[in-house]
């Protein structure tokens, strides 16, 4: 079992639906963040959480709506989505870098996502 | 302005030989980190190795080792005796800023590492 779960692995929706990402990470992480990785891009930072508070927002549109709900659980909310949005999400937590740990993030295998 | 540069888009090495991924990173602060993941066709990116601007060594990490040239901002991943397992995209990425303890960093465009049998 990896450290870090996401579910679903794979979701193909339409423009209209709404879904959820869930990802959840067993480490006792207080940080954890949402990447989209489109193919033939570096992986994009979108949204970064740290103890439950949402400390980074990386110019995502609005139809992105994370969620936080505790420092084990991390939500991302889809609607409306555009064709262009279909990418893998991955999900990443890390312990805080606040000594002298390196601080590396722990990605989960990702959410593939294909928007119709 | 690319902040991390993978010049190398794919990279093809003979088993049990030992190959060399480049990185070269642009940052004006003193202080950074530097890491490399590896990415298998499962999506999961698995965290290799890590070094800071600050260390005095090349960090290493059993068949991973780092050669950091602070001067020429570059950090090269190198990969000894290649297995096939090693197979797999490679991202060089650099801590860009701190905020409240959670780390934001930034990736390449990566290289895909293919070992032939």
């Known amino acids: 079992e990896t450290g870090v779960t996401q579910t679903p692995r794979h979701l193909v929706m339409g423009m209209t639906n709404k879904k959820s990402l869930k990802c959840e990470q067993h480490?006792?992480?207080?940080?954890m963040y949402w990447y989209k990785q489109s193919a033939k891009k570096p992986l994009e930072l979108m949204f970064v959480?740290?103890?439950?508070?949402?400390?980074e927002n990386n110019s995502v549109p609005s139809r992105f709506s994370p969620e936080c709900p505790n420092s084990s659980h991390l939500f991302l909310h889809l609607h409306t989505l555009q064709p262009e949005d279909s990418a893998l999400y991955l999900c990443?937590?890390?312990?805080?870098?606040?000594?002298?740990?390196?601080?590396?993030?722990?990605f989960g295998e990702g959410s593939r996502l294909t928007v119709l | 302005a690319q902040k991390i540069t993978q010049t190398q888009p794919g990279m093809f090495v003979q088993e049990k030989e030992a190959v060399t991924l480049d990185c070269t990173y642009d940052?004006?602060?003193?202080?950074?980190?530097l890491f490399w993941y590896k990415q298998p066709s499962s999506g999961e990116m698995i965290f290799l190795i890590y070094?800071?601007?600050?260390?005095?060594q090349n960090a290493t990490e059993g068949r991973y080792s780092l050669n950091f040239q602070k001067a020429r901002k570059s950090a090269n991943l190198v990969i000894s005796a290649s297995q096939l397992g090693d197979s797999a995209m490679y991202f060089c990425?650099?801590?860009?800023?701190?905020?409240?303890?959670?780390?934001?960093?930034?990736f390449g465009q990566g290289t895909r590492l293919t070992i032939n049998p």
């Open positions: 990443a937590s890390s312990q805080g870098r606040w000594g002298g740990n390196t601080g590396e993030l722990f």
């Open positions: 480490l006792g992480h207080n940080a």
């Open positions: 959480y740290s103890l439950e508070e949402r400390v």
């Open positions: 940052t004006s602060d003193p202080s950074y980190g």
């Open positions: 070094q800071g601007s600050y260390d005095q």
């Open positions: 990425a650099m801590r860009e800023a701190i905020i409240q303890g959670a780390q934001k960093l930034v």
